[in-house]
């Protein structure tokens, strides 16, 4: 029975960014529900998936020349609008990345972002503001926690 119902699908691409003393950064959203998120966004026509990844970092952060470590793999969610409140009809996979900022970097929100922070790696899952990308953080935490051990 067809009920008329349709599912969009989107892909966006994003990072775990690893700062000085094993922190992670993290961004709010200008205009949005206060949650704290990984930098990441659409990925538009041409772009590979490391390419966006990298350009929505940028964007967002004001962090350029990161340091690839580790693909960490895609996972599926929901697309959260900007009142924090699910969008049950579009799905987002979004293919995140693992890279380290050069020492010392300083944040800059930029474009939709009104703040940008480094959080401590082991308070992330904490403080991020969506369960599917806390669920998400949950199965890569330990080759992060390497990565952060390694440097």
Do not use: C
């Amino acid at each position: 029975m067809y009920t008329g119902y349709t599912m969009e699908t989107s892909r966006s691409a994003g990072g775990v960014v690893l700062g000085d003393q094993g922190t992670i950064v993290l961004v709010r959203v200008r205009e949005g529900d206060g949650a704290l998120l990984f930098p990441k966004g659409h990925v538009e026509p041409g772009e590979t998936d490391e390419e966006a990844a990298r350009r929505e970092i940028q964007e967002e952060t004001g962090l350029a020349n990161i340091e690839f470590i580790d693909d960490l793999g895609s996972y599926t969610r929901p697309h959260i609008r900007k009142d924090g409140s699910l969008n049950e009809n579009e799905q987002k996979e979004i293919h995140m990345f693992l890279f380290a900022a050069p020492p010392g970097a300083t944040l800059a929100p930029t474009m939709e972002i009104e703040h940008v922070e480094w959080v401590p790696y082991r308070e992330v899952a904490a403080r991020l503001g969506n369960t599917a990308d806390r669920a998400w953080f949950a199965t890569i935490f330990d080759r992060v926690r390497e990565a952060v051990q390694r440097d």
